[in-house]
T-cell receptor
């Protein structure tokens, strides 16, 4: 079966750095997405990786290792507004998006 | 520019009733999707449409039907609602199907079936 694993919840301090991991086992791979979802709101796109390595976008970076079935989202200089759930999703061989359950990130002052 | 709109925002429904969730996008995207989101589970695809006039089944299609008469609208119908269909429903769209492109999401409909 297809499976995407993320930690259920993480806590970090304002101004710090946090890394949210995602491991996947899917039938094929055509890219990995990270989305942010604030409570009660819709998911919004953060990043996309299809090749191994690090993609940096401001305070957010996303890393992919296809051989290990592994990705992480790195958030720097955490702000209170970063409190949200972070969803990892993989495009499988049928170009269907398979979603992880999401990681709820709690930022403390 | 609204993006994607969904209606209603929330609804409480008696079991056995019929319900249609509306979704409209103004981005002229070819592909549209319906997901349900339940606590502790990832988003699960119910139905999708790669282009106007075509639809397909996702991971959890039972009890739901869709239609795609035009590019902009993609309604989701529950023919006879059951309590297990209590969930938050998100409509999404993307510029093309069959490729790893970003999906844009509507604000969601919170549905409670009693």
């Amino acid at each position: 079966g297809q499976n995407i694993d993320q930690p259920t919840e993480m806590t970090a301090t304002e101004g710090a750095i946090v890394q949210i991991n995602c491991t996947y086992q899917t039938s094929g791979f055509n890219g990995l997405f990270w989305y942010q979802q604030h409570a009660g709101e819709a998911p919004t796109f953060l990043s996309y990786n299809v090749l191994d390595g690090l993609e940096e976008k401001g305070r957010f970076s996303s890393f992919l290792s296809r051989s290990k079935g592994y990705s992480y989202l790195l958030l720097k200089e955490l702000q209170m507004k970063d409190s949200a759930s972070y969803l990892c999703a993989v495009f499988d061989s049928n170009y269907q998006l398979i979603w992880g359950a999401g990681t709820k990130l709690i930022i403390k002052p | 520019i609204a993006g994607i709109t969904q209606a209603p925002t929330s609804q409480i429904l008696a079991a056995g009733r019929r319900m249609t969730l509306r979704c409209t996008q103004d981005m002229r995207h070819n592909a549209m999707y319906w997901y349900r989101q339940d606590l502790g589970l990832g988003l699960r695809l119910i139905h999708y449409s790669n282009t106007a006039g075509t639809t397909g089944k996702g991971e959890v299609p039972d009890g739901y039907s869709v239609s795609r008469a035009n590019t902009d609208d993609f309604p989701l119908t529950l023919a006879s609602a059951v309590p297990s269909q209590t969930s938050v429903y998100f409509c999404a769209s993307s510029d093309s199907a069959g490729g790893p492109v970003e999906q844009f999401f509507g604000p969601g409909t919170r549905l409670t079936v009693l």
